[in-house]
């Protein structure tokens, strides 16, 4: 499996940004999609994830201003940021699991920069 994201750059805060992340080679094994962000200093944490029947779970930080969606037959995961907030600045990495293999893929982070 192999993660192609996008999407990133410098915004103001209260702008907004869509990522979207495109997975090829095995992506009929995918169960969940997520996106993961580390800020400067911080461990990477868990953002946004929605599985392959559509569930999504959220980061408490995120809620209610960030979505996360998945187009199957594109094999494409999207995070559509709204209301973005300095804190909000972080490497954002695209996150697919193979339950079969207990596998986590990782695509290369996406910087997002929100100025204050």
């Known amino acids: 499996v192999q993660l192609q994201a996008s999407g990133g750059g410098l915004v103001q805060a209260g702008g907004s940004l869509r990522l979207s992340c495109a997975a090829s080679?095995?992506?009929?094994?995918?169960?969940?999609m997520g996106w993961y962000r580390q800020r400067l200093g911080k461990q990477r944490e868990l953002v946004a994830a929605?599985?392959?029947?559509?569930?999504?779970n959220y980061a408490d930080s995120v809620n209610s201003r960030f979505t996360i969606s998945r187009d199957n037959a594109k094999n494409t995961v999207y995070l559509q940021m709204n209301s973005l907030k300095p804190e909000d600045t972080a490497v954002y990495y695209c996150?697919?699991?193979?339950?079969?293999?207990?596998?986590?893929?990782w695509g290369k982070g996406t910087l997002v920069t929100v100025s204050s």
């Open positions: 080679g095995t992506v009929f094994t995918i169960n969940t």
């Open positions: 929605i599985t392959s029947g559509g569930s999504t």
């Open positions: 996150n697919a699991f193979v339950p079969e293999r207990g596998m986590n893929y």
